[in-house]
Nanobody, 120 residues
Framework: QVQLVESGGGLVQAGGSLRLSCAAS????????MGWYRQAPGKQHELVAA???????NYADSVKGRFTISRDNAKNTVYLQMNRLKPQDTAVYYC??????????????WGQGTQVTVSS
């Protein structure tokens, strides 16, 4: 079993910053890509940012230049630094990780979600 636990969401005013964290735990052999997705009310689930084990990153156009994804492979943790937040960033943010466990089983794992609310 692999678990992802997110933290760092909350309420912030427009222009403010938040940092999300997501730690993977369990019998982990390796983690390939890690990423953050979000879903706002009435909208589709969308990729916000992703990072490979080698550090290559990919961002949604709407967050480029404002959000930064990073990871600490030793801690099996991925971060999302969100700056210059806008009301349209309001959503539930989900962590995702592609995990190979010690039994060579592959998991496309998801966190429980953390609410980010940006007030205008």
């Amino acid at each position: 079993q692999v678990q992802l636990v997110e933290s760092g969401g909350g309420l912030v005013q427009a222009g403010g910053s938040l940092r999300l964290s997501c730690a993977a735990s369990g019998s982990i052999a390796s983690i390939d890509a890690m990423g953050w997705y979000r879903q706002a009310p009435g909208k589709q689930h969308e990729l916000v940012a992703a990072i490979t084990s080698g550090g290559s990153t990919n961002y949604a156009d709407s967050v480029k230049g404002r959000f930064t994804i990073s990871r600490d492979n030793a801690k099996n943790t991925v971060y999302l630094q969100m700056n210059r937040l806008k009301p349209q960033d309001t959503a539930v943010y989900y962590c995702n990780a592609e995990v190979l466990d010690s039994g060579s089983r592959y998991y496309d794992s998801w966190g429980q979600g953390t609410q980010v609310t940006v007030s205008s």
